[in-house]
């Protein structure tokens, strides 16, 4: 018998990285500690990922509280739509993962100094923490916190409720990836050789009602054709 899903209060993640900062050229580790804005491509890029979500009638829009991330939501939600954005709210928890030591620094500058370091934790991020920073499964626990709570939420109900309760979350690219694996019930370690989460990326996620936040289904990821044109190849 084919099962009947419920799909009131479902629950649908749209998942994002902010765009690129006055310090993405040479990539370098951005954290906790350099709070740097937005270049003005990155401002084009997030503009670019407003426009595409503009239909979209989100119930919530949360941001990590780094700079890089807020001026990102803030010009999505600047894109015309046809329903009012609601407030953008911050979590802590979504904080891009502490690099400790690495923040600011290349790989290049890194492999001058720490490259049999660098190796280990590689090998083991998500048990080995970055030197004087977070390992994959400190990160986990704080975006496995996030998903409970907002999965816990108010869901719509009543006559005439929506049967989606769309949710916009703008984060950073390993914060991003440890939170799909927790999401998708990918084993931690792996989210660096199994996810990918570039500027301005369209990511969506989709819960059911009462489901575990490792129950999640993927619907969409790391689509970027909103800011890659052809001849770009939109998977690059």
Known sequence: ????????????????????????????????????????EGREQAIALGERVAPIAFARIVSSPMLRARQTAEAITSAPCATPRPPIETDRRLLEMDYGAWEGLTYAQIDEHGAAERRRWEANPAELRCPGGESGNDVATRARGFLVDLLAGDAPDGPGAPTERPVLVVAHSTLNRVLLCVALGIPIGEFRERLVQSQVNLTAVRWEQGAAADAGRLLLLNDVSHVRRPPQVPWE
């Open 1 to 40: 018998m084919m099962r009947t899903h419920r799909l009131r209060g479902v629950l649908t993640l749209v998942l994002t990285r902010h765009g690129l900062t006055t310090r993405s050229h040479p990539e370098q580790h951005l954290g906790q500690t350099l709070d740097v804005p937005l270049s003005p």
